[in-house]
């Protein structure tokens, strides 16, 4: 929502100037009319990237975060969009219903973490494990599993790995619960305290 009305700000303010700019250009300085229309053009593009520099640092700086880490961040914001755009994929090729609801929750609260940070992309340093480990192991064993499952042939070793890595993927929700705990640490701890002042009031009271 904010990009959308960032956007609308610095339309609405480079527009105009293109136009004052083109009127100016074609009628004060006798331009011809392709010549003023390309001076308009340029005259409105300058204020818009202009205004979206001071956006942006504003919003880096909003953050508590330097360009470079804001950079970083965004960068593995990306590749982590794209880890669970594979993971969705892998919802319809699955056909136990347990490992389809362990994949669900485990789409839910990585979803979950992923919204979380790129909100508040400082967050992102209480959450490394999730993007740096977590992520990609659920990915590989995602794949891995419904690889095995549309195997033609179910013999002893490949129903064996089955529940090997449905029982990993177990494990490996809870550790992708335990991120998300983790990512909200900060607001769990707020939350205890104004719940502490709020007794507290109420018990002077």
């Known amino acids: 929502m904010k990009q959308i009305l960032n956007f609308l700000t610095r339309l609405g303010v480079s527009l105009p100037i293109a136009v004052i700019t083109w009127i100016t250009a074609l009628f004060m300085m006798d331009m011809s009319f392709i010549t003023s229309m390309l001076t308009g053009v340029v005259g409105g593009i300058l204020p818009f990237y202009?205004?979206?520099?001071?956006?942006?640092?504003?919003?880096?700086?909003s953050y508590g975060l330097t360009k470079s880490e804001f950079q970083y961040i965004q960068s593995n914001l990306k590749e982590a969009q794209q880890k669970l755009s594979r993971l969705q994929a892998k919802q319809f090729q699955i056909r136990s219903i347990s490992a389809m609801r362990q994949?669900?929750?485990?789409?839910?609260?990585?979803?979950?973490?992923?919204?979380i940070v790129k909100k508040d992309p400082k967050r992102f340093y209480a959450s490394e494990r999730f993007f740096f480990y977590h992520l990609d192991h659920a990915v590989e064993l995602t794949e891995k599993y419904t690889m095995l499952v549309t195997q033609p042939v179910k013999n002893k070793e490949v129903l064996v790995s089955l529940e090997d890595t449905r029982q990993t993927l177990h494990e490996l929700n809870r550790s992708l619960e335990e991120d998300l705990m983790k990512v909200l640490s900060n607001d769990l701890d707020t939350l205890r305290i104004e719940l502490d002042m709020a007794k507290n009031t109420i018990e002077q009271k």
């Open 103 to 115: 994949l669900n929750d485990m789409i839910k609260f990585s979803r979950r973490i992923f919204t």
């Open 50 to 61: 202009a205004i979206k520099w001071f956006q942006r640092r504003s919003l880096i700086k």
